[in-house]
């Protein structure tokens, strides 16, 4: 089945813990992206990355790092310097056919992070 | 800074009544256009896209979405909602210049009473 892992679902940190979320997808699109789902916020960016070896910045992505070394592969770390890292963390990723850069974004099931 | 707003952050409606969803973005230039849902329990899909063409679009399980250019809106419609359409929906922007990003809305929680 072609579609996005998201690991683990479930995730406890304590504080000034650093912690990586994985994100795998199949599915052989060249963009890939995190985002953070808080209530009543919707989705907000924190990185994505076009191709393997580069990544942009989102608009929330202090207190976060990733990397994209593979292209199926874009994994998430939220570090200490994150202020409030209790959320839902959703990875997306799309292709870029037909000469759109963007299309549609294929979501996984999402990692929810509890800092204790 | 580009926007997307969605009008109502809750919605509860009776099964076979109307549905619409406002959904507002902030861009002067050419868009692509993403109603999402998110079912309870589920992963976020899409519902309906729109690249350009014919302004009304069709998406799955009878939801379809209008885009007004003048109004830069693009709202979502269905005729007769069921029990099984309660979820969260987004309204989501791309603005059509390649290599950007898309930006989301809120969200709009919708309740469907059986």
């Known amino acids: 089945d072609g579609g996005i892992t998201q690991s683990p679902k479930y995730l406890f940190r304590k504080e000034g813990q650093n912690v990586t979320l994985s994100c795998e997808q199949n599915l052989n699109h060249d963009a890939m992206y995190w985002y953070r789902q808080d209530p009543g916020q919707g989705l907000r960016l924190i990185y994505y990355?076009?191709?393997?070896?580069?990544?942009q910045k989102g608009d929330i992505a202090e207190g976060y790092s990733v990397s994209r070394e593979k292209k199926e592969s874009f994994p998430l770390t939220v570090t200490s310097a994150q202020k409030n890292p209790t959320a839902f963390y959703l990875c997306a990723s799309s292709s870029a056919s037909g000469g759109r850069t963007y299309n549609e974004q294929f979501f996984g099931p999402g990692t929810r992070l509890t800092v204790l | 800074a580009q926007s997307v707003s969605q009008h109502n952050h809750h919605v509860i409606l009776s099964e076979a009544a109307s549905l619409e969803l406002g959904c507002n973005y902030s861009?002067?230039?050419?868009?692509?256009l993403f109603w999402y849902v998110q079912y309870p329990g589920q992963h976020l899909q899409l519902l309906l896209k729109?690249?350009?063409?014919?302004?009304l679009v069709k998406g799955i399980k009878g939801f379809e979405a209008e885009f007004i250019k003048s109004k830069f809106s693009f709202n979502l419609r269905k005729p007769s909602v069921q029990w099984s359409d309660t979820a969260e929906y987004f309204c989501a922007v791309s603005p059509n210049t390649g290599g950007f990003k898309t930006i989301f809305g809120a969200g709009t929680r919708l309740f469907v009473k059986a």
């Open positions: 990355s076009q191709i393997v070896n580069d990544f």
């Open positions: 729109y690249f350009s063409g014919d302004p």
């Open positions: 861009y002067g230039g050419t868009v692509n």
